[in-house]
Nanobody
């Protein structure tokens, strides 16, 4: 069982930055893929970035977002720069066993409660 807690969301102006954190419980954190997803109002949940054996990004955030993990702290970070209004969403972190990154939400077994990111124009 893995429990995930996101933090770091908030309100920021377009062009600004935020860093999200995902703190996980469990002693085998390093063997899990962690993904960041987001869900805007009225839209489906979409993959943003993932870290497993490698890192992967959605095209919409490449060059602006950076995912990193600190296995000693059981924490994954999502550094978000050059934020745009269309990045506004609830951001979730999710975990799955193994280090192959999948971009579909149903592939992940554990989810955090989400953190709101709002980017004003």
């Amino acid at each position: 069982q893995v429990q995930l807690v996101e933090s770091g969301g908030g309100l920021v102006q377009a062009g600004g930055s935020l860093r999200l954190s995902c703190a996980a419980s469990g002693r085998t954190f390093s063997t899990y893929t962690i993904g960041w997803f987001r869900q805007a109002l009225g839209k489906e949940r979409e993959f943003v970035a993932g870290t497993g054996g490698i890192t992967s990004y959605a095209d919409s955030v490449k060059g602006r977002f950076t995912i990193s993990r600190d296995n000693a702290k059981n924490t994954v970070y999502l550094q978000m720069n050059s934020l745009k209004p269309e990045d506004t969403a609830v951001y979730y972190c999710a975990a799955k066993r193994g280090l192959i990154i999948f971009t579909t939400a149903r592939s992940y077994d554990y989810w955090g409660q989400g953190t709101q990111v709002t980017v004003s124009s």
